[in-house]
Nanobody, 129 residues
Framework: QVQLVESGGGLVQAGGSLRLSCAASGRTFSGHTMGWFRQAPGKERECVASISRSGIRKYVADSVKGRFTISRDNAKNTVYLQMNSLIPEDTAVYYC??????????????????????WGQGTQVTVSS
């Protein structure tokens, strides 16, 4: 069982930066692929970034490539999303998620909602123009 708590959201002007953190409970964090998703009003939830168990493999959506960076610190049971050069279109509720599967050696990332079995409560990010 993995419990996730996000922090770091808020209101920022366009061009600014935020760093989201997601603290995970449980001893199995290092074996789970982690992802950051976002959902804007009236839009479907989308995967923004994903990172494999050790951080070797990463995915970043085209819409945020070059601006967002995903990382993790397994010693601290925490995954991060560094968001730079924010634009109003980045406004959304951001969710941290853990893959339902535990990986013993394989390094995978995933962009599919259905692969994630554990979700945080979400944190609001608002970018003003």
């Amino acid at each position: 069982q993995v419990q996730l708590v996000e922090s770091g959201g808020g209101l920022v002007q366009a061009g600014g930066s935020l760093r989201l953190s997601c603290a995970a409970s449980g001893r199995t964090f290092s074996g789970h692929t982690m992802g950051w998703f976002r959902q804007a009003p009236g839009k479907e939830r989308e995967c923004v970034a994903s990172i494999s168990r050790s951080g070797i493999r990463k995915y970043v959506a085209d819409s945020v490539k070059g601006r967002f960076t995903i990382s993790r610190d397994n010693a601290k049971n925490t995954v991060y999303l560094q968001m730079n050069s924010l634009i109003p279109e980045d406004t959304a509720v951001y969710y941290c998620a853990a893959d339902r599967r535990y990986y013993y050696g394989t390094e995978n990332y995933s962009v599919r909602d259905e692969d994630y079995g554990y979700w945080g409560q979400g944190t609001q990010v608002t970018v003003s123009s």
